[in-house]
């Protein structure tokens, strides 16, 4: 009785797949050595790792967290933003969008194995304005900048919005190769799209973040990347946010507040819109009536161009970008086709090349102790038992590791889940 149960369960052929499926599964530690810990993410936690199968080959893996209620970790499926992104990188390939390697699923956590980038904008910023004490060569400005709009337009092309574009998530490669990264709040453009404060309940900084948006549009569509890059662009030239604006938190009754102080920031600088000639959808936007109370102002642009020594070519590709009417804004085509690429000194494939190397961004920084659950497993046997953070059972859902912490790394190693 009990072998004919026996011989009819390994005859199912689900339990024959899982079964062959298991035994081609390679985990991460048998592909990558974890080299150390690089950034804890809205989404997750950011290691860089060595190929062990194709010469030390660099990569960033991306862990991504499991769902929290509170304190308490529940399993209850794959994070919206995981397969979102994961989706969207299966389907891209540019040289100037960060690849993804491989996806690996273990112990119900999922693992995105990216090509590693050494700097990013952030960095190349901070260490201008800390370290270099001087602003970011015309060359080196130019570059980054083009090759961010080649990776942007990529993705317009595909049909993909960015949404997040800020310089913490645009990448740069120890050969000077900008690639777009963080694909977490990307959506496909035919897909419907709630605003920014819908569905992921994520809400992205908002001194990137385009007029149309702070008014309340409920359809948005390319041109806010394109707003993104001018602020991204003014950013790398003044080495600070040009639009950084406090932040107007949702009330206790979780609505959304207008934006009042983003907007100042933005009219500040760009003068207040007219309604007639600029921007004719400006009346039917939801945010309106708060938008008319706020005093009226004059374009300074230029001025703020010059204090910044930024051509006038320069200036007038800012000047495109920062349309307030998004249906009028410049494009990333258009961009690319303005004349200030065309001029001397012209964009290089290397946004480093006319860099000294001792004047090169200092290498990404990494740390060891702050990524307990990607930490090689030591011996089992020494170790007590120990509390569960929040009175979880998460360690028998492999996710002990991932709640930061000793407490998980002694879990994960009191499971010897890792190996
Ligand atoms: N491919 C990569 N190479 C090197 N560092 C990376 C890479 N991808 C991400 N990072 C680092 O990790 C940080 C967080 O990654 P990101 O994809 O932006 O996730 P999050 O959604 O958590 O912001 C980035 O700002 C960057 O510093
Ligand atoms: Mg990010």
């Known amino acids: 009785m009990v072998e004919d149960w026996i011989t009819v369960m390994n005859s199912d052929p689900m339990r024959q797949y899982r079964a062959r499926r298991d035994e081609a599964h390679r985990n991460v530690k048998s592909k990558y050595n974890i080299l150390g810990f690089i950034s804890s993410g809205t989404y997750g936690r950011v290691y860089k790792a060595s190929s062990k199968e194709e010469e030390s080959r660099l990569y960033a893996i991306k862990k991504f967290k499991p769902d929290k209620e509170g304190d308490v970790v529940t399993y209850t499926g794959i994070s919206q933003s995981a397969i979102r992104e994961i989706a969207l990188n299966r389907e891209i390939s540019h ?208 001025e703020w161009c010059r204090a910044r020594t930024l051509t006038q070519s320069a200036y007038d590709l800012l000047r495109l970008l920062f349309t307030y009417d998004p249906d009028q804004r410049m494009t990333c085509k258009e961009a690319l086709m303005h004349k200030w690429f065309a001029e001397e000194p012209r964009p290089t494939a290397n946004v480093f090349q006319t860099i000294h190397t001792q004047h090169m961004p200092p290498h990404r920084r990494i740390t060891q102790d702050d990524a307990p659950s990607m930490m090689p497993a030591q011996p089992a046997v020494s170790h007590p038992p120990l509390q569960m953070q929040g009175g979880t059972q998460s360690g028998s859902t492999g996710f002990g590791g991932l709640s930061a912490g000793t407490q998980g790394m002694h879990n994960t190693r009191r499971k010897g889940r890792i190996n």
Request: include cysteine; charged fraction near 20%; proline fraction near 5%.
């Open 95 to 302: 040289v100037n969008v960060v690849a993804l390697k491989e996806v690996i699923l273990e112990d119900k956590s999922i693992y995105m194995v990216f090509e590693y980038a050494e700097h990013d904008f952030l960095q190349v910023i901070h260490h201008y304005s800390q370290t270099m004490r001087t602003s970011i060569p015309p060359a080196v400005l130019k570059s980054l900048t083009y090759q961010l709009l080649c990776g942007l337009l990529y993705l317009h092309q595909s049909h993909i919005l960015h949404r997040d574009l800020k310089p913490a998530n645009i990448l740069i490669t120890s050969s000077g190769v900008v690639k777009i990264g963080d694909l977490g709040l990307a959506r496909l453009t035919y897909q419907p799209l709630l605003s920014l404060y819908g569905g992921d309940k994520v809400v992205v900084t908002i001194w990137y973040r385009a007029p149309e948006l702070l008014l309340g549009a409920k359809h948005y569509h390319k041109a806010i990347d394109c707003w993104a890059v001018g602020c991204v662009l003014a950013e790398l030239a003044s080495l600070r946010p040009i639009f950084k604006g406090e932040e107007a938190k949702l009330d206790s009754k979780k609505n959304v507040p207008f934006q009042k102080d983003q907007m100042l920031k933005i009219l500040e600088v760009l003068g207040s819109p007219n309604a007639e000639v600029e921007w004719q959808g400006l009346k039917d936007m939801p945010e309106y009536q708060n938008f008319k109370r706020l005093d009226p102002y004059q374009n300074r642009l230029w």
